[in-house]
């Protein structure tokens, strides 16, 4: 080698040298002489250490979390959130494009119909060439305005300063899985479309028009984030179980990351904890619901379609274990209701007076508190001796019966319903011990299952006013109370006034069994606590009389249901379901009509008979003069419903059909939506 | 010898360099594929909810009644019209 060569190969290897004895300098120089930070204007200093180089390309996307899943005793889906997409799209007018207003609408409309196209790559669309049309229109109209393509001239260069990016919101609620492979696609094949899909949520509930009132609806609103005045969407329940906080859902888990020269994100990691929704067990069994709806409307609108017969103003379905004090099903029905999500939910919201269906439960407390003895005959006769001695030395008060009765002992008095009977057996109470008995039933007590607008009900509220006096109340309070008069209840009460005739003041009901949070299960306590019960012979004796309500006797008030049923069914009811029937007129305001009179028929039976495993309430309410009674329009569905328990329970068990085990934890039917994984 | 030496140990590392640019690139595409897989069964996890829900909508006693009296009804006109 010349020493001319051997100099310009010495200098070039030279330069090569001096690049990595440059970096090394520049590194120490950052990491000594700018002691690991750089100072930034009207920023923090900026670290220097290997996480600030990662961060420079690291991203999290924030993932919310679902709201609680809210399942039926047996595990099957009542409310799930369905994961969905909210796509938005950035548009980018390629610079070719760009050029003439001419190239720039026609890659505009190209734009819109791409994403008309995926917007209907759902094959089981059914009128696909229509609604891609309309999709098209829409994002024509979409991206026009984005671009404001109205401003352009009709022809010619695009101006300088006019837009040609975009950010535009394509569609909500995406989760059919042709349409995001299709939407995805044209981000992967535009490059001057960047797609973006945001997790989101859509509330889903299964056999809707059997829960609207008792699962309840979710409202999806704008909120301000506590402690800050960030505003974000939030989806909360408005009525029924939706309510309930436990639902709520838990905050945003994040996912990191990267992102590459082109802005195309790549892998780091998974979300650091998969979200997972709470599940809440109610004690709603879904096909015992779906019967009660289907029962409580028949029999609503049963012959009204021939105009024959006017329909109630609403009606109330309650089905209740009793063991347990499990609500299993409640079913609302309302004739005035535009849409069921905005109607009152009747079991628990709408008022009525009960009539003769409390005579058991008077006979009860009678009979505990010694007033009653349960041989002793009345003459339950108008005018008789001892109606003019016990009703008519009271003063002005008249009581009257349907039909005729005479010598009656309480049992008697229960069967034939009658008023004035149980007039005399409500005399025989003291003030202090109706103000008891309304406690011990719970009327006017909220019944604590948290559903939102609950109606209290009770006692008027002047009938224990200590001003009026002894006699003026036993002429008024005292009677009217012995046969459900001036005292408001809803069925659901009811149904929580007999359960404790059967289990003691300490009984409540219960409308969860527990509650999965985070997939750890908490059971929720038993319905009430303890508290005094009546003696079982007590109870024994008012059941008898139940039994024999529903008979073929014909003065027994259950006497048409039970040869409907027989002529129906061919089912003997009499020693099967055992219950009473109650009608009561009263006078109601309702807003723009003024004082109505309402007929409300109500019947609560118990099943089976001999040794009562659940309990029904039908309450419906006319507000017309038609014939309506309890026996005859009430008792039917309530009837049919209590003999559909016996029936689903042989089915389940005959074919080992899920169901819940003790301690009342069931597994999210596997596979489906909100299955937590729970148990496997 | 010496200018053959600095000239190999440069040549490795530029081929250092260059294999470790092109390990990290394979791995950023790499990475590339494990995220469309990971969005594909974000996706797909979706439409299971989706078809699930829909499936179970189906087979409720009311839609399996109605669609076997739609099917009943379907067959007797087929066999009224077999029979003119």
Known sequence: MKAGERIRVRAAFGLLGAVPAFLAGWLGYLQVAQAGQLEREGRAP??????????QAWRTEAVPCPRGTIVDRNGSVLAVDCQTYDVRAVLAVPAREGRSVQSMRAWIGDVATDFARAMVADPDLADRAESFQQHREA???????????????????????????????????????????????????RSSVSMHFLRTFRRVHPDRDATYGLVGHVATDWTVVPGTNERRLATRGVCGLETWAALAPAEPESRPFLKDGRGQPYFVGPLHAQPVANVLHSTIDLELQREAVRQLTTQAEAGAREGSVTVPKWGALVLVEMATGDLLAAASWHRDARHPANAAFTPTQSLYEPGSIVKPLVFAY??????????????????????????????????????????????????NSSNIGASYVGLQLEREQWHDYMQFYGFGAPL????????????????????????????????????????????????????????????????CRGLEIGGEWHAAPPAGGPGPKFRPDVVELVREAMVDVVSADPHATGFHMHGRMLKETGIDLHGVV???????????????????????????????????????????????????????????PAVRLLLQCENLERRRQRHKEPQHDANGQVRVVQGSPGDSGWGR | ???????????????????????????????????????DIQDRMGELERLGLERAETATPEYLAAAMWAQLRAEQQRRLERLQ
């Open chain 1, 578 to 636: 055992a219950g009473k029937t109650g009608t009561a007129a009263s006078r109601i305001g309702i807003p723009g009509r003024g004082k109505v009179e309402v007929r409300n028929a109500s019947f609560v039976g118990v099943f089976p008979a001999e040794a009562p495993r659940w309990l029904a309430v039908c309450v419906l309410q006319k507000d017309d003069s038609a014939r309506f009674y309890g026996g005859s329009y009430a008792a039917p």
């Open chain 1, 448 to 511: 604590g299952l948290r559903l939102p607008n609950e109606s209290r009900g009770g006692p008027n509220a002047q009938s224990f006013d200590p001003s009026i006096p002894l006699r003026s109340f036993r002429r008024n309070s005292a009677i009217s109370f012995s046969f459900g008069y001036e005292m408001q209840v809803t069925a659901m009460q009811m149904a929580r006034a007999y359960l404790r005739l059967f289990r003691g003041a300490g009984a409540d009901l219960r409308v």
């Open chain 1, 46 to 55: 900026l670290r220097l250490v290997a996480e600030t180089a990662d961060q």
């Open chain 2, 1 to 39: 010898m010496r200018w053959m030496l600095a000239g190999l140990l440069f040549a490795l590392a530029v081929a250092l360099a260059i294999g470790t640019v092109a390990i990290r690139a394979g791995n950023a595409a790499l990475r590339h594929d494990v995220e469309r897989t990971y969005r």
């Open chain 1, 366 to 415: 009678a009979l505990e508190a010694g007033r009653l003895d349960w041989s002793h005959e009345f003459d339950c006769a108008p005018g008789s001796a001892d109606y003019r001695e016990r009703i008519g030395s009271l003063g002005s008060r008249v009581v009257r019966d349907d039909h005729h009765c005479s010598v009656l002992t309480p049992h008697g008095i229960l069967v």
């Open chain 1, 139 to 189: 994002f024509r109209r979409l991206f026009g305005d984005a671009f404001r393509t109205d401003d352009l001239p009709a022809d010619g260069p695009v101006p300088d300063g006019h837009p040609r990016v975009a950010d535009v919101r394509i569609a909500g609620e995406i989760d059919v899985l042709s349409v995001v492979e299709a939407l995805r696609e044209i981000g992967a094949r």
